[in-house]
Structures are given as structure tokens and as C-alpha cells.
């Protein structure tokens, strides 16, 4: 295979990535990495390097468009990211003292985690009384455009959303990906915001988090350009398209497809880590 | 109060847009000229070595990008999505300051930090 069907494979392959991630949440980067190394054999820091660039790039490209649109909290996404930067510090710290293998292995049961949490996102029937102090002294509650008109929100546990975004962030950091699984997790789950919410914020945050991996990654050389340029230019052409769908789409459908492909590369990345074949 | 967080809101989104499309544009340009001339060698992925050291940094990255060279071009591209979240959170210090809200402008300051030690002290 020559460069140039290389390049148009990883294309293709990165725009349907692209596509899925920006309509779930969960970002394009948990599907470009397992890509990359099982199905076009790429090097396990390299397809690092090159997804990573990936998720800045939709991140930045959709947040642009939910941002406008009334749906992420901007405050509650700075005030995380003081959580994941410091995480992602950590994780892209960790990557060059731990094997390829053992990354493909925690690659492998981050994408099972990613799978089964796909399938408990939920609307909260009363998101107004999820209220806390912590919230409140932090302005973390807000509103967004819903059927009925502007619904408002409120927060509730903001130290363990905190403790899950650092998480968030170091794995953001040692495998590539923007740990959007995690995020929402830690936004829909502990915190109690709305779903969309939720996703949108968190697709607003890992540009940030994958920025401070990044800026690791480019000084030992993990950021290759010719493998780069197909990933972002294809992951990004997915997530606009996936932002302008979003609105009409059906989160539920969607999630259980996407939760199908993730279990797949799950049991792919952790079998091929264990015989050492990554 | 809200009238003013839309504002910010919707400066916010236009320049992430901007970086965003300023990149790939960029990664474009370099993209086709890579295609071009290096679309019939082999691509070899499988083993790493580490880019070479000119990619590794900004002033190499820009001479290449000065000679006409395609990679440098393209990770001229990738210089510049790295650079746009660091816009996106310097940009919320300043417009926070100007709302005079000190405690999301000390908030958005300590990201920075982050971002700008990863960056330049690593």
C-alpha cells in the first residue's frame, strides 16, 4: 500500500470516527487509536500522537457549533479543566515509562468501561433540583434550549466530578483519546446536569485536555505529520457533520451502536496487548 | 449577566472556529503537496523511531514550512490546532477580567498555567 491509499483508507476510516464520536459524545479518538494499530498496523505512540491532534481538532470544530447553540456550560467546563489538565500532566508523564503492550491492555478495558457506560445516559426528570452549595458559590448552574422552552439546571457532588475529570484527564494523556465516556460520566452521572448538556460540555473541554498531552507528546516526537494529516482532516469532516445532525438525531440508537463497535475493538486491543502483538 | 455570558460565549465559539479552520487549511496545503510528492513511497508505521528532530519544535517546523517542505507544512497545521484551545483559555482570562468576575478569571488563569507549562517547560 502506497502513501496515498494509505492516506485515503485512514481518511475514510477517521470521518466515520469523526461522525459517531461527535453524535455520542464520546469522541472520535476511542475508535482512531484501535484503528490505527489493529487494522492498519500503525505503531501504538504514533496512532497516540495522531489521534490525540484528532480530538483537538473535532473538539474545537463541534464545541464552535454547540457552543452558539446554548447547550455547554462554559463554566463548568473551565472550572474542570483545572481537573483534567493536571490529569493529562499526569498520564502523558506516565506513557514513556509504561510498555505498548500494557497501554493496549488499559486501552482495551478503557473502551469496555467507554461501551457499557454508553448505555446509561439518561434525561434527568427534574434537573432543577439537583442543587448543591459548591455549585452555587462556583455559579456552576445554567440553563439550556430544550421542547418547553429554556430549561434550567443545577449541580450536585462537584468534589467527585472533580476527582473522575482528573481521572479523566491522565488517560486522556497515557492512550490519546479525550476520555469522553469518563467526562460524561462524571458531568451526567455524579454531577446530575443534563445529558446533552453533559455531552456538549465535555466536547468543549477535550481540546484543552488533549492540548496539555499534546504539547508532551510533540517534543518526543509521537506527532507525525503524514499520519496526522488524514486522521484530523477526516475525524474533523465526521464531527461537523455529526454536529449539524445532532439536534434531530436519536441519542439512544446511536449509543448502542456505537457501545457494539466499542465492546468489539475492546476485546481486540486487550487480546492483542496480552500476546504482545502490540 | 446573561446577555454579557452569551457575548463571551459566542466570542469563544468564533475563535475556535477559526483556529480550527486556519489549521486545516493549512494541513490542506501541506497534505496536497505530500500527496504529491511523496504518494507512490511505502509508508512505514508499524515501527517507531520518533519524528525527525525538525518537527519536534517550532523554529524547525517554520524554517521547513519557509523552504517549501510538505511534512513541516502539515505540522505547521498541527502546531496550530494545539495553539487554539491555548487561545480559547487565554481568551476566556481576559473576557472574565473585563465581566470583572475574579473568581472565574483566576480559574481560567490556572489552566492556562497548565496548558503553558506542558507546552514550554517539558
Known amino acids: 500500500m502506497n502513501v496515498t491509499s494509505f492516506s485515503a483508507l485512514v481518511f475514510a476510516g477517521s470521518l466515520a470516527a469523526g461522525f459517531l ?10 475508535v482512531i487509536v484501535p484503528m490505527l494499530t489493529l487494522l492498519f498496523g500503525v505503531d501504538v505512540r504514533y496512532a497516540i500522537g495522531a489521534s490525540l491532534i484528532s480530538v483537538i481538532a473535532t473538539s474545537s470544530g463541534a464545541a464552535a457549533a454547540y457552543v452558539r447553540e446554548g447547550y455547554s456550560n462554559v463554566r463548568i467546563g473551565l472550572f474542570l479543566e483545572i481537573a483534567t489538565s493536571a490529569g ?3 498520564g502523558a508523564g506516565l506513557s514513556a515509562h509504561v510498555s505498548t503492550s500494557a497501554i493496549a491492555i ?4 478503557v473502551l469496555l468501561y467507554s461501551a457499557l457506560a454508553g448505555s446509561a445516559g439518561r434525561e434527568h426528570k427534574n434537573p432543577e433540583s439537583a442543587h448543591s452549595r459548591m455549585g452555587e458559590v462556583l455559579r456552576l448552574n445554567g ?3 430544550s421542547a418547553n422552552g429554556l430549561c434550567s439546571y443545577g449541580v450536585r457532588r462537584v468534589p467527585l466530578g472533580f476527582a473522575l475529570m482528573t481521572g479523566a484527564g491522565a488517560l486522556s494523556g497515557l492512550l490519546g483519546i479525550g476520555s469522553g465516556a469518563l467526562k460524561v460520566l462524571a458531568m451526567d452521572g455524579a454531577m446530575g446536569l443534563p445529558f446533552k448538556v453533559s455531552t456538549t460540555t465535555s466536547n468543549f473541554m477535550i481540546g484543552v485536555t488533549a492540548a496539555t498531552s499534546a ?3 510533540l517534543s518526543r516526537g509521537y506527532l507525525d505529520p503524514g499520519l496526522a494529516m488524514p486522521v484530523m482532516l477526516g475525524a474533523l469532516s465526521g464531527a461537523v457533520l455529526g454536529a449539524r445532525v445532532l439536534p434531530k438525531a436519536s441519542v439512544p440508537v446511536l449509543r448502542s451502536v456505537f457501545k457494539a463497535v466499542l465492546l468489539a475493538l475492546a476485546v481486540e486491543m486487550i487480546y492483542n496487548g496480552c500476546i504482545g502483538r502490540i | 449577566m446573561p446577555i454579557k455570558d452569551e457575548q463571551l460565549d459566542r466570542g469563544m465559539a468564533r475563535l475556535l472556529q477559526a483556529g480550527v479552520l486556519i489549521s486545516a487549511a493549512t494541513m490542506l496545503a501541506g497534505g496536497t503537496l505530500y500527496l504529491l510528492r511523496h504518494g507512490s513511497e511505502v509508508p512505514d508505521y508499524r515501527h517507531f523511531h520518533g519524528v525527525l528532530p525538525t518537527l519536534k519544535q517550532v523554529g524547525g517546523v517554520w524554517s521547513g514550512v519557509l523552504a517549501g517542505r510538505a511534512r513541516e507544512t502539515i505540522q505547521l497545521g498541527v502546531l496550530l490546532i494545539i495553539a487554539t484551545p491555548v487561545m480559547r483559555v487565554a481568551f476566556a482570562v481576559v473576557a472574565f477580567a473585563f465581566e470583572r468576575d475574579w473568581l472565574y478569571t483566576a480559574i481560567s488563569g490556572v489552566v492556562l498555567s497548565l496548558l503553558l507549562y506542558a507546552l514550554c517547560v517539558q
Open chain 1, 88 to 90: 493529562a500532566l499526569i
Open chain 1, 215 to 217: 504539547g508532551v507528546y
Open chain 1, 143 to 145: 440553563s439550556y434550549p
Open chain 1, 21 to 30: 464520536g461527535a453524535l455520542t459524545g464520546l469522541g472520535g479518538g476511542v
Open chain 1, 106 to 109: 488499559i486501552f482495551g478495558v
